[in-house]
């Protein structure tokens, strides 16, 4: 059964870099048929997907936050990361990571999510 | 980008009543769009995808419907697990969700 939890910091100050890692149980990221993507959900709004990696490197962004965000992979670790840089209060939200079919692919596997509050 | 709009914002039914959701794009997306059901404190679920494919595990009173730019998601009998919110996502031009449509009890 795969499962995915994502841990970090529930707290980051203003400017600083969010880092979440995302551990992976019950299935191997450096599968062929998959990518690994981070979606966020700000405290009672919508979904958004931030972007997803494959475990070759190649990673897609969504393009408002390209310029902020890093997503990565270690396969020996069957885990995958997000960074996200010079955060505002409006980075703040519950971040998921996923499993997808396909980079654009909606996940179908999703972790239970975490909250990270960003304030001073 | 491709902005998805989901109408009604809040739906208001009994158990046993048939659900109609719906969500418009605002440039055609073929039928590469997708359901999703949330429920508070839990993550998405998918339900639906290509617009009309169930999810593995999903119950058959979900069916999905549409092409183009104009899609519905359809709960033929409404069972008390079903109260959540819906998100529609497309595939066509990266990855965007619509805003939700909130099914709460009457």
């Known amino acids: 059964q795969l499962q995915l939890q994502e841990s970090g910091p529930g707290l980051v100050k203003p400017s600083e870099t969010l880092s979440l890692t995302c551990s992976v149980s019950?299935?191997?990221?450096?599968?062929?048929?998959?990518?690994w993507g981070w979606v966020r959900q700000p405290p009672g709004k919508g979904l958004e997907w931030i972007g997803s990696?494959?475990?070759?490197?190649?990673?897609y962004y969504t393009p408002s936050l390209k310029s902020r965000v890093t997503i990565s992979a270690d396969t020996s670790k069957n885990q995958f990361f997000l960074k996200l840089s010079s955060v505002t209060a409006a980075d703040t939200a519950v971040y998921y990571c996923a499993r997808q079919d396909g980079w654009n692919y909606g996940p179908n596997y999703w972790g239970q999510g975490t909250l990270v509050t960003v304030s001073s | 980008e491709i902005v998805l709009t989901q109408y009604p914002a809040t739906l208001s039914l009994s158990p046993g009543e048939r659900a109609t959701l719906s969500c418009r794009a605002s440039?055609?997306?073929?039928?590469?769009l997708a359901w999703y059901q949330q429920k508070p404190g839990q993550a998405p679920r998918l339900l639906i995808y290509d617009a009309s494919s169930r999810a593995t595990g999903v119950p058959a009173r979900f069916s999905g419907s549409g092409s183009g730019t104009d899609f519905t998601l359809t709960i033929s009998s409404l069972e008390p697990e079903d109260f959540a919110v819906y998100y529609c996502?497309?595939?066509?031009?990266?990855?965007?969700f619509g805003g939700g449509t909130k099914v709460e009890i009457k």
């Open positions: 440039q055609n997306v073929s039928s590469y």
């Open positions: 019950g299935g191997s990221i450096s599968s062929s048929s998959h990518y």
């Open positions: 996502q497309q595939r066509s031009f990266w990855l965007t």
């Open positions: 990696t494959y475990y070759s490197g190649i990673t």
